[in-house]
């Protein structure tokens, strides 16, 4: 069974960086259709933070444009995000996410103000 891996979660303060990487695991023959990072607060609900398609172009959050930017590598199916400027808001759990059903167990970002 496939499964996700995030990692680069963290503790930051406002206005810092951090980039999230997900791979899977074990390492899949096929190149994923869409892969993307979905974040959920305490007490929201989950939300899309940016996906790409295989050929397509980035689709990102309007409350992230300009400050993240997803990197996807369909040679190694991975898929990186980079967060910079962060926000207070912008802390949640952070999920890697691969066509419509596979998920990341989810990786921690932490911005104080």
């Known amino acids: 069974q496939v499964q996700l891996v995030e990692s680069g979660g963290g503790f930051v303060q406002a206005g810092g960086s951090l980039r999230l990487s997900c791979e899977s695991s074990?390492?899949?023959?096929?190149?994923?259709?869409?892969l993307g990072w979905w974040r959920q607060a305490p007490g929201k609900q989950r939300e899309l933070v940016a996906q790409?398609?295989?050929?397509?172009?980035?689709e990102y959050a309007d409350s992230v444009k300009g400050r993240f930017t997803i990197f996807r590598d369909n040679r190694k199916n991975t898929v990186d995000l980079q967060m910079n400027d962060l926000k207070p808001d912008d802390t949640a759990v952070y999920y890697c996410?691969?066509?419509?059903?596979?998920w990341g167990q989810g990786t921690q970002v932490t911005v104080s103000a």
């Open positions: 996410k691969a066509d419509n059903d596979i």
């Open positions: 074990p390492h899949v023959a096929y190149t994923f259709y869409r």
């Open positions: 790409q398609t295989r050929k397509g172009d980035p």
